[in-house]
């Protein structure tokens, strides 16, 4: 269609190279590629075997909340947030073509989605493919393993499938306030001018009374690669 061809078009644009003399380091530098994977890449990572996972879980546990399956509701309401198309993964499946399934197409979604959600099926191989896109950082050197900010074109339907569990599991720790009310991070309706505003009355309040404030800001470097995997599965494991 006509709409579609302009979508490419404009595309194909942006994608054009404005410099025919620049070539990409990271295709006809293999130690500067090596370097740059290394930046997103740990050395090491456990395998399952030696992770302690519970060695058997109970056939007659009562099945908690959390593990219910998932909802035609829940799955439209996720859908419905992704209004605006993104760069799909290696399925080439956009959330326009998701969103405009008929309701049994999206039953169908559903059912694979609790499928895999209670192991009964493994998840589709191509949910788990993801195409990674080094984008140069703007007025940095290309020669620099540290000027490159990876991007991860998801599966839309893996994408789909996390923000279901994430919505989940964020409306359980609201619910029985897991989360301290001081973390404005990474929640709704909270963000830094909420902590601002807490911090400025904190200070003035002592100002009041003729005390002191004191205040750490800690900012930690590629804090999210830095996480031990091991010790992260174990303690959700707990």
Same mark, same amino acid.
């Given at each position: 269609? $006509? ?5 490419? /078009? ?14 990409? %380091? ?24 030696? @992770? ?21 509701? *829940?799955? *439209? ?37 609790? *499928? ?7 998840? %589709? ?9 080094? @984008? ?8 620099? *393993?540290?000027?490159?900010? %990876? ?23 609201? +619910? ?8 404005? /991070?990474?929640?709704?309706?909270? /963000? ?29 470097? $590629?804090?999210?690669? +830095? ?10 494991? $707990?």
């Amino acid at each position: 269609t $006509k709409n579609f061809d302009n979508m490419h /078009g404009k595309s194909l644009k942006k994608l054009k190279n404005k410099n025919p003399d620049y070539s990409d %380091p990271l295709i006809y530098n293999t130690d500067l590629c090596d370097k740059v994977m290394k930046q997103i890449v740990p050395d090491y990572v456990a395998t399952l075997t030696e @992770i302690n996972f519970p060695k058997s879980i109970p056939e007659n546990r009562p099945t908690h909340v959390l593990e219910n399956n998932f909802t035609i509701t *829940e799955l *439209e309401e996720v859908i419905s947030s992704k209004k605006k198309d993104t760069a799909p993964g290696f399925d080439n499946i956009t959330y326009s073509m998701i969103n405009n399934l008929p309701h049994n197409g999206k039953l169908i979604i559903l059912n694979i989605i609790n *499928e895999v959600w209670n192991n009964r099926i493994p998840m %589709p191989k191509e949910w788990k493919h993801t195409y990674l896109k080094f @984008i140069l950082k703007p007025n940095t050197d290309k020669n620099n *393993e540290e000027s490159y900010r %990876p991007i991860s074109l998801i599966s839309c339907l893996m994408k789909i499938f996390n923000s279901l569990i994430k919505k989940r599991l964020e409306w359980f720790v609201e +619910k029985n306030n897991i989360i301290p009310n001081t973390q404005y /991070g990474f929640r709704k309706k909270k /963000g830094c001018g909420d902590y601002l505003l807490h911090l400025i009355t904190e200070i003035n309040t002592a100002m009041t009374y003729n005390e002191y404030s004191l205040a750490v800001s800690l900012d930690l470097t $590629k804090v999210y690669d +830095k996480v031990d995997i091991t010790s992260l599965l174990r303690k959700m494991l $707990k």
